[in-house]
């Protein structure tokens, strides 16, 4: 029996690696985004803040944060247009909702306060930047992932085309926010 488990073991971790170490290979990755072949970036939840923004439509209420990694800050503060190539840029997308707790105690000196926090993740978002693999999008590679898996074809095809208007910032619309 321990041996039996032992095998298993190593059969997974040899999986797991030929896996990681493939992200575009012939077959699609299931962890990878369609088109792109764009994955999670490891650590992303530790870079910096870009901005933070709200989207509001007739089926969404959402609170969003835009991070970087080291080159996209830099390129960032700099004013450096294209970002460089490594350049990483996530979108972190949550339901916006009302704060009971913090309204009755903002209530006190501001009466009728509503104040609002993140509820739950609803999706991620990432922009890889790769001038010569994603030439043909602006040499922006796109993922959308929710709970962790890549979104369809048809989110993806979607993406580059209304990126577009942002064309003189390089596709990117979140602007640094200041402080
Ligand atoms: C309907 C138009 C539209 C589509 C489709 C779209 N985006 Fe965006 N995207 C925006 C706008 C506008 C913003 C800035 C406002 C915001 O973040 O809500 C944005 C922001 C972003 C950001 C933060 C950086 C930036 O450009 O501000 C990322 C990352 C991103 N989108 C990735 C994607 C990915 C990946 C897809 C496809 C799966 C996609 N977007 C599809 C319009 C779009």
Same mark, same amino acid.
């Given at each position: 029996?321990?041996?039996?488990?032992?095998?298993?073991?190593?059969?997974?971790? %040899?999986?797991?690696?030929?896996?990681?170490?493939?992200?575009?290979?012939?077959?699609?990755?299931?962890? +990878?985004?369609?088109?792109?072949?764009?994955?999670?970036?490891?650590? $992303?939840?530790?870079? /910096?803040?870009?901005?933070? +923004?709200?989207?509001?439509?007739?089926?969404?209420?959402?609170?969003?944060?835009?991070?970087?990694?080291?080159?996209?800050?830099?390129?960032?503060?700099?004013?450096?247009?294209?970002?460089?190539?490594?350049?990483?840029? %996530?979108?972190?997308?949550?339901?916006?909702?009302?704060?009971?707790?913090?309204? /009755?105690?903002?209530?006190?000196?501001?009466?009728? +306060?509503?104040?609002? %926090?993140?509820?739950?993740?609803?999706?991620?978002?990432?922009?890889?930047?790769?001038? /010569?693999? $994603?030439?043909?999008?602006?040499?922006?590679?796109?993922?959308?992932?929710?709970?962790?898996?890549?979104?369809?074809? +048809?989110?993806?095809?979607?993406?580059?085309?209304?990126?577009?208007?942002?064309?003189?910032?390089?596709? %990117?619309?979140?602007?640094?926010?200041?402080?």
């Amino acid at each position: 029996m321990k041996r039996i488990v032992l095998m298993m073991v190593a059969v997974t971790a %040899v999986v797991a690696t030929v896996a990681s170490s493939s992200p575009v290979s012939g077959r699609m990755d299931e962890a +990878a985004s369609p088109i792109y072949g764009v994955t999670i970036p490891p650590g $992303y939840r530790d870079w /910096k803040m870009i901005a933070v +923004a709200q989207l509001k439509t007739d089926k969404v209420d959402q609170l969003r944060a835009q991070l970087g990694n080291e080159i996209a800050i830099k390129a960032y503060k700099e004013g450096t247009i294209p970002f460089p190539d490594g350049s990483i840029i %996530v979108a972190l997308h949550w339901t916006r909702v009302a704060s009971e707790d913090n309204d /009755k105690v903002l209530a006190g000196p501001f009466p009728g +306060a509503q104040s609002f %926090v993140v509820g739950s993740p609803v999706n991620m978002q990432v922009m890889v930047k790769d001038s /010569k693999k $994603y030439a043909a999008t602006g040499g922006w590679g796109f993922g959308d992932f929710k709970d962790g898996k890549p979104a369809d074809e +048809a989110m993806h095809k979607a993406c580059f085309s209304c990126h577009e208007p942002a064309k003189d910032r390089d596709f %990117v619309f979140t602007r640094y926010a200041p402080f």
